[in-house]
């Protein structure tokens, strides 16, 4: 394969898990073109690998806004690929993309779903036809992502203490069960404290209640809400002593960013936990708040000790 079209549209902590093994098909194709279909949201982080010469846009709109359903398939036709790899692996891009594009497609490609390890060859004589199809097995790589690469503009990052803990207390509002509850963020923010450590809680407008009540449990924690990027998150945990956190994406970034990550989840998530070198995840037997403070307390005092100088 000499002209690749990688799908992969999110969320962002899917996104990231899958980005090492992404990053890693260079090895595989060394002189291939790679294209990546991802949401917009994804693309700033993807342009930072240098590994794509394009990109597709796919925002995962209703199938019957037609307008950007013939963009999109457009987009890929004209591409011409001679292989797609799909990491989404989901029913939009199983059932819905795949027939089309094979439909579509004006020459032979091979069609590789990294979850089956599988890859179909599509053999077609003209565009507008089926094509007839042999299956194959692949071995890609994969391992974890390391975002050493992943830099933003850190514009507040003068606001920040020398010493800190970054705390994590946010996910998407369609998913409240994975929101540890925000007293005991305050409780780990009150410990920290008692031991002369900052604590920096990020968030967005929609985490704004919870970082303000966090923040307001402590002289020593500072708000980040609303001044941090995704490209600002590695640096920033790069910054901490730790961070703890939600099943959220920034929790995954922050899992390959070089600093121990505890992350909190329910039981329901627990296939989604962090898997970066240093990570500790905590999994709750039920829901969320069964993961006491003193969980939580007991993996961060050791870290928060051998990285604070005795006095």
């Known amino acids: 394969m000499k002209n690749i079209l990688v799908i992969k549209l999110g969320a962002l902590g899917d996104f990231i898990i899958a980005l090492g093994s992404i990053m890693n098909l260079r090895k595989v194709y060394p002189d291939a073109r790679f294209t990546l279909m991802t ?24 199938y019957f806004n037609l307008k950007e359903q013939v963009r ?26 795949f027939p089309l594009i094979r439909w579509l497609a004006p020459s032979s490609f091979m069609w590789c779903d990294v979850v089956k390890r599988t890859c179909l060859n599509v053999s077609k004589k003209k565009s507008c036809s089926r094509g007839t199809l042999t299956l194959d097995s692949i071995a890609l790589p994969w391992e974890m992502t390391d975002l050493s690469f992943l830099h933003g503009e850190n514009k507040h990052f003068g606001e920040l203490p020398e010493r800190f803990v970054l705390m994590i207390p946010g996910c998407s509002p369609t998913h409240p ?32 209640a919870e970082v303000d009540a966090i923040c307001a449990a402590s002289p020593m924690a500072v708000s980040m809400l609303n001044k941090t990027s995704l490209l600002d998150i590695p640096d920033l945990v ?22 121990p990550v505890i992350a909190i989840f329910d039981q329901r998530t627990a296939a989604s936990i962090t898997r970066g070198p240093l990570s500790i995840n905590l999994v709750s037997p039920g829901t969320i708040d069964k993961v006491t403070v003193d969980m939580v307390w007991e993996k961060l005092q050791p870290i928060v000790d051998a990285a604070v100088p005795v006095q």
Not at 238 to 259: K, M, Q
Request: hydrophobic share 35%.
């Open 238 to 259: 790069r910054r901490s002593i730790a961070c703890v956190g939600n099943d959220t994406g920034p929790s995954h970034i922050a899992a390959y960013s070089g600093r």
């Open 177 to 208: 069960y994975k929101r540890w509850p925000v007293e005991n963020y305050k409780a780990i923010v009150q410990h920290l404290s008692e031991k002369g450590v900052y604590s920096v809680v990020m968030g967005t407008k929609a985490e704004a």
């Open 39 to 62: 949401h917009r949201s994804l693309i700033q982080i993807a342009k930072q690998t240098g590994m794509f010469s394009d990109f597709i846009v796919d925002n995962r709109v209703s």
């Open 72 to 97: 999109l398939f457009r987009e890929v036709i004209q591409g011409n690929f001679d292989g797609i790899i799909d990491f989404q692996c989901n029913k939009r891009t199983t059932k819905k993309y």
